[in-house]
Nanobody
Framework: VQVVESGGGLVQPGGSLTLSCVAS????????MRWYRQIPGKERELVAS????????IYADSVKGRFTISRDNAKNTIYLQMNNLKPDDTGVYFC???????WGQGTQVTVSS
């Protein structure tokens, strides 16, 4: 099983980024996928979650209305569209699969002017 994130970087406050996560080694469309983030000094927190069919999405209160999770089962990929980014969104973003709880290595997002 492999879970690989990409798309992080440096962005100014108010800007946007889209993270991607490609997974392999299991039947992707059958499993819930999640984005977590690790903010310095805080515990890792769930940002967003999406069911296998993409029919139910769950978001942390802190990102509702700004972040959108989606998936393309044909490409074994999930996305996190992040808009109106704030300095408090700075951290390492991780992709997680419900399949045996595999994690990616994370991608750094830095929101700063």
């Amino acid at each position: 099983v492999q879970v690989v994130e990409s798309g992080g970087g440096l962005v100014q406050p108010g800007g946007s980024l889209t993270l991607s996560c490609v997974a392999s080694g299991f039947t992707f469309r059958h499993f819930v996928m999640r984005w977590y983030r690790q903010i310095p000094g805080k515990e890792r927190e769930l940002v967003a979650s999406i069911t296998g069919a993409g029919s139910i999405n769950i978001y942390a209160d802190s990102v509702k209305g700004r972040f959108t999770i989606s998936r393309d089962n044909a490409k074994n990929t999930i996305y996190l569209q992040m808009n109106n980014l704030k300095p408090d969104d700075t951290g390492v973003y991780f992709c997680n699969t419900e399949y045996r709880n595999y994690w990616g290595q994370g991608t750094q997002v830095t929101v700063s002017s």
